[in-house]
């Protein structure tokens, strides 16, 4: 009796151990395929988004520098004015460079990043007379991406981009009904009358609404300034609405004077510069920072509102 005992606990101990060491080999076997999947993810990634441009080989040959201004422009996003400077400093520098081109794809954003590199682009093209600077748009050149354009010796569009929107707007809510409806109560203390200004949570008050519309219209005058500069007697200023904030397609804004001519960027380089060589001179993220922000690390950042920047979009 003992000894049946003795094999039967012995059989389900060596089951017991059996089976464990099965699970732990299916563990393995899945955490290794987990790996693998995981590696050949991130070595996708590093290859869609190494940005490996093989026309800066021909850096030490003519050619024709082109800038990428994408997306929103903020201090915060790839279309700030720190690397667009940068990059174009560095094409104007080059003496293999025939012409520069600035490429945009931007509903525009911040005013000052805007103006940044639009006073940059003058700069240059002071400093080099004899270097062309070319603006190009591809899809959307509105707001702060038209202040950039407008700083070109000449713009070119596509016949369906989307052009202008010269104005400023400032983003707000009020939610003072609905705080009330909550039972909240609002406990913000300031020092300084006007220090919780445009407080969403605060009955509209005319005097500091008043007051933010004067710095909104002197921001947008400075905008009207500079296009008039920039465009000088090609603008067609009698237009209705043209400073209104307004868009036009790219083949109606060569007719008001917004845009010079129809063209893309391989036929600026090809036909208005006469180097059909290209090399990107864009400053990029760092690969690892690009496939962080790609998992969602500046998902904050990204949703996040902030009611009192004004903004040319």
């Not at 012409?99 to 003058?122: A, L």
């Amino acid at each position: 009796m003992n000894d049946n005992n003795t094999s039967w606990e012995r059989e389900v101990v060596t089951e017991l151990a059996e089976s464990s060491l099965r699970e732990q080999r299916r563990a393995r076997r899945w955490g290794i395929f987990f790996k693998s999947l995981t590696f050949a993810y991130i070595a996708a990634i590093i290859f869609m988004y190494g940005d490996a441009d093989i026309s800066n080989v021909k850096l030490n040959e003519k050619h024709t520098a082109l800038v990428e201004i994408n997306g929103v422009i903020s201090d915060k996003d790839e279309a700030n004015a720190d690397s667009v400077v940068t990059a174009l400093r560095d094409a104007f520098d080059n003496e293999n460079s025939a012409g520069v081109i600035v490429r945009i794809n931007s509903p525009g954003g911040s005013p000052v990043q805007s103006g940044y590199i639009y006073d940059e682009m003058q700069r240059l093209r002071e400093k080099h007379p004899d270097m062309p600077l070319y603006a190009v748009v591809t899809d959307v050149c509105a707001s702060g991406g038209y202040y950039i354009a407008s700083a070109a010796d000449k713009i070119y569009a596509d016949k369906a981009s989307i052009i202008g929107s010269i104005g400023v707007r400032m983003d707000n809510f009020g939610f003072v009904e609905a705080i009330d409806k909550l039972g909240v109560e609002r406990r913000t203390l300031t020092a300084g009358e006007n220090k919780a200004l445009l407080d969403p949570f605060l009955p509209e008050d005319e005097k500091a609404k008043a007051h933010m519309q004067t710095m909104l219209d002197e921001i947008h005058q400075q905008f009207i300034n500079s296009v008039k500069k920039g465009r000088g007697d090609r603008l067609d200023t009698t237009v209705e609405g043209i400073f209104s904030g307004l868009i036009w397609t790219g083949e109606a804004a060569v007719d008001i004077g917004l845009v010079d001519e129809l063209g893309s960027s391989s036929h600026v380089a090809r036909e208005v510069i006469g180097e059909e060589t290209i090399v990107n001179y864009t400053v990029k993220q760092d690969i690892f920072e690009r496939f962080a922000e790609r998992l969602g690390s500046s998902v904050a950042q990204v949703i996040s509102t902030q009611w009192l920047n004004p903004s040319l979009r």
